[in-house]
């Protein structure tokens, strides 16, 4: 069983940075595929990046490519996202999760009905 618990969220001006942080309890986070996603108000939840356990490949979804990276320390039992250039649209409630399963594709990766353990979520806030 895997508990997360996100924080690093806040209130930031478009153009600035945030980075996330979502530490797991377990001690078989390292086996976990992690996941960032975000739901915006009204909207439904979507996909932002993403990050294997074996050999750490990383995906994103089309919209933060270039701008967010995930990362993630076994050793802390903590997954990162590093968000810079943010902008008003990435206003949301930003979710961390985990997935024990195997996910052989990209789309899996990027599919939340995967992953089977998720955070309660970090608001980030940017203003324009």
């Known amino acids: 069983q895997v508990q997360l618990v996100e924080s690093g969220g806040g209130l930031v001006q478009a153009g600035g940075s945030l980075r996330l942080s979502c530490a797991a309890s377990?001690?078989?986070?390292?086996?976990?595929?992690m996941g960032w996603f975000r739901q915006a108000p009204g909207q439904e939840r979507e996909f932002v990046a993403a990050i294997r356990w074996v050999g750490g490949t990383t995906y994103y979804a089309d919209s933060v490519k270039g701008r967010f990276a995930i990362s993630r320390d076994n050793a802390k039992n903590t997954v990162y996202l590093q968000m810079n250039s943010l902008k008003f649209e990435n206003t949301a409630v930003y979710y961390c999760?985990?997935?024990?399963?195997?996910?052989?594709?990209?789309?899996?990766?990027?599919?939340?009905?995967?992953?089977?353990?998720w955070g309660q979520g970090t608001q980030v806030t940017v203003s324009s």
């Open positions: 999760a985990a997935a024990g399963a195997l996910m052989p594709t990209a789309q899996a990766m990027a599919d939340g009905t995967q992953y089977e353990h």
């Open positions: 377990g001690r078989t986070f390292s086996r976990y595929n």
